[in-house]
């Protein structure tokens, strides 16, 4: 199997904890305390939200066409997949954002040495609204006037908009929460990490719940995956600059990197990774796996990298 360390392409009563104590609380015990593959009799997949559906749907098929191996899935976020897989809860960490540089240092005091990276996909951040906002597009300098601390955008009028069951046109935002890979990204790819969501944001756990507040929300603006599905909501046509030409998140035009808001999708192991998770890590990569990411809606690698050439 063939990889390189770092981003590799593959062609509540008691205290709470708080995600670095969890972390810091692994670096007690030795590694050979952490659940490996070899020793269980399946394995955990933990992370990314935006991605439990295609990794629930590649379990699937691969338990019943290709090993009969038992799965056990859960989403939770970027930051909480990372968190399982240092502290060996997680054989792999489904990822939608890169790893930061604290959680890479502590990886790195845990097993020593860098955990495994492999890109399996990607994705186009889109910003979704109420299907009676009749808004059909948005720059990006838009977008930060709307969701960020400092936007001056707080009303639909601003944008020249008058929405139905929207009483008083105040822009509402809904948001995941700090532990996605989603709201990770946004702030990156948008405000550089110089600025945070406005304070009045309601922020959730998934992306099915950000979805179905704006579906009953016509005031309602959120930023959501390419592959995100509810019938009350409709993405908005993004331009990266006011000159430039709008388009939306779908395969095409993240293939051709003329969206603005796209990001990697990644598989994470232990450096020391099973055989058994590197068979599974290698399906997901072929035709078959990737046709699966496609069908969940995400864009496969090798669209992309038949573009570059």
């Known amino acids: 199997m063939s990889m390189t360390h770092g981003s ?13 104590r969890l972390l810091a609380v692994a670096l007690i015990f ?10 269980t009799t399946g394995l955990r997949i933990k992370g990314s939200e935006s991605m439990l559906r295609v990794a629930q749907a590649w379990t699937s098929v691969y338990q019943s066409q290709v090993e009969p191996v038992p799965f056990w899935v859960q989403g939770g976020g970027s930051g909480r997949g990372i968190s399982a897989l240092i502290n060996g809860h997680a054989q792999i960490a489904t990822l939608s954002r890169v790893m930061e540089p604290r959680e890479s240092r502590l990886a790195q005091r845990r097993f020593q040495d860098k955990p495994r990276l492999y890109q399996v996909g990607w994705d186009g951040l ?7 906002n009749p808004l059909k597009e948005l720059s990006l300098e838009e977008v930060r006037e709307i969701f960020g601390q400092q936007g001056r955008l ?10 139905e069951g929207c009483p008083g046109g105040k ?5 995941r929460t700090a532990h996605s890979g989603s709201q990770h990204v946004f702030l990156d790819k948008v405000f550089r990490e110089r600025e945070r969501l406005r304070t009045e944001s309601i922020l959730l756990d998934s992306p099915e719940e950000v979805l179905a507040r704006v579906a009953m929300d016509p005031c309602g603006v959120a930023f959501a995956s390419m592959n995100a599905r509810d019938t009350g909501v409709r993405m908005v046509c993004l ?3 006011p000159s430039k030409s709008c388009f939306l998140p779908d395969p095409a035009h993240v293939i051709s990197g003329e969206y603005p808001l796209t990001r990697p999708l990644y598989l994470m192991t232990q450096p020391q990774e099973p055989p058994i998770v590197a068979r599974f890590i290698d399906w997901t990569l072929s035709e078959a796996g990737q046709a699966i990411l496609s069908r969940n809606g995400f864009t496969p690698l090798a669209a992309v990298e038949a573009k570059k050439h």
């Open 239 to 241: 331009r990266a600059t």
């Open 8 to 20: 590799t392409s593959r062609t509540r009563g008691t205290p709470r904890l708080t995600f670095a």
């Open 126 to 132: 889109g910003i979704v609204v109420h299907t009676a």
């Open 154 to 163: 707080r009303e639909w009028s601003a944008l020249h908009q008058k929405i």
């Open 30 to 39: 030795p590694v050979s305390l952490a659940v490996h593959a070899e020793e």
């Open 171 to 175: 822009i509402q935002v809904y948001a």
